[in-house]
């Protein structure tokens, strides 16, 4: 797997100039610039850590387990941009616990992408940062964007992609293993959760798998750990926790 930053491989990099310039789009007769250099700016310790170790050649998997609003989705997303942009992955797989635990996907309406937005919608968020949304769409069509639950990841082997599995506080032990072992030569994967808004305590595959990697020595996986104080909130938002007690 220590092949899967072909930051060299110019092929790719041609392949993916489509998407790798400026993009102007009219928007009630003005002009809305897209950004078309990756900028990631880490807030505190933590994440600047997370940022480094998915940047780092070296590690293949990397887990950012902590409480929500640490950014350890939207760093993710930014990186698996970067990445792209730079040559160095094909495609961007985004995959996750399909739904809550008394919810079920196949009632809903809809394309598998249309079911599954309500959950990716932050990550669309940050994509439509770098990229039209006609351009989004194409990707998909492309098969360049994937959004698929994480029951669709068994059986395949994803290579040259960067994989993000968000969400995975409810996944089980037999789920994660699974997931983990999809990763094909010149992918990356980050692993992220909340284990505080787990649905399972027992059996639960974010829990036992970061917990039997901080007891192993491991040079291609690592752990990140956030907390309370890698929160980032709008000053509003602090105030109106605070005024209720709540900090």
Partial sequence: MGAKRKLAAKSKQHANNNYDNVINIKSKGQQVQKKSIVSILPR???QEQYVLTLLDPKKDIVFGVGPAGTGKTLLAVQVAVKLFKEGAVDKI???RP????DEDLGFLPGTLEEKMAPWTRPIFDVLREYFHAKEIEGMIEEGI????????MRGRTFKDAFILADEMQNATPNQM???LTRLGTGSQMAVTGDLNQADRIKDNGLLDFTRLLTQSNSDSLDVVQFDQGDIERHKAVAEVLRVYGDE
């Fill in 44 to 46: 505190n310790r933590n």
């Fill in 93 to 95: 797989i985004v995959t």
């Fill in 98 to 101: 399909a739904v809550s635990v």
């Fill in 145 to 152: 964007i994937e959004i698929a639950p994480l029951a669709y």
């Fill in 177 to 179: 293993k699974m997931l």
